[in-house]
């Protein structure tokens, strides 16, 4: 079994909007509800930033930092306040005075053994008050929810490409992909001692959430 490779796709981000129905958005409402935690003398932090475009974009004067273990890293086109850095995010990974921290589907392709531990590296790396939006492919706890969704994107993915590539990249993902139930992510954030978790997008089996400490 062939493991998919993000690294080899030519347009990452765009592939991405292809692929999840949406995504801008999420994407858009992720960066609305951040002025609502932005603390200027606390730390912004993106895990599993991919090409940096959510951290580019952001108007914030704060220190911001874009993790991933990847080759889609860019410059930070000039921003003395921006840096990127190559990071396995299943091992240590330095966060401090984090006011926000985006997690935009990265826990699903992380060991399963060490989500825990990943997310509390960034809780004890967080102010109090401070925000974690993470965004995870979910598994629905009803079949049948799970089937209608599962085609239903199978159908929106087929107006972006064609039925073999798509086959393909669902065979290959299965080596690196282990989504959560809805239930089991939510017990799992406010067992790390988040105080609040709430859902606030969803489309099919992607699903966003605020987490506040």
């Not at 796709?9 to 801008?24: E, L, V």
Request: glycine fraction near 6%; aromatic fraction near 16%; charge should be negative.
């Amino acid at each position: 079994m062939s493991q998919f490779d993000f690294n080899k796709i030519d347009d990452f981000d765009d592939h991405i909007n292809k692929s999840i129905p949406n995504y801008d958005i999420l994407i858009d409402a992720i960066k609305s509800m951040s002025e609502y935690f932005y603390v200027r003398s606390a730390n912004v932090y993106d895990l599993g930033c991919s090409t940096g475009k959510l951290l580019k974009s952001l108007p914030f004067e704060s220190d911001m930092f874009g993790y991933d273990n990847s080759n889609l890293l860019h410059d930070n086109n000039g921003r003395i306040n921006l840096e990127f850095r190559n990071v396995d995010l299943n091992g240590k990974f330095p966060i401090e005075n984090a006011c926000i921290v985006y997690s935009i589907f990265t826990m699903q392709f992380l060991d399963p053994l060490k989500r825990k531990a990943y997310l509390q590296r960034i809780y004890d790396g967080m102010i109090q008050g401070g925000a974690l939006f993470i965004a995870e492919k979910i598994y629905q706890e009803q079949g049948q929810a799970q089937e209608v969704f599962s085609f239903s994107h199978y159908d929106y993915k087929l107006k972006q490409f064609n039925a073999e590539q798509i086959l393909t990249k669902e065979r290959d993902l299965r080596y690196n992909m282990k989504p959560l139930e809805d239930s089991t992510l939510t017990h799992l954030l406010k067992g790390t001692g988040f105080k609040i978790v709430s859902p606030f997008w969803q489309m099919f089996n992607f699903k966003a959430y605020l987490v506040v400490r």
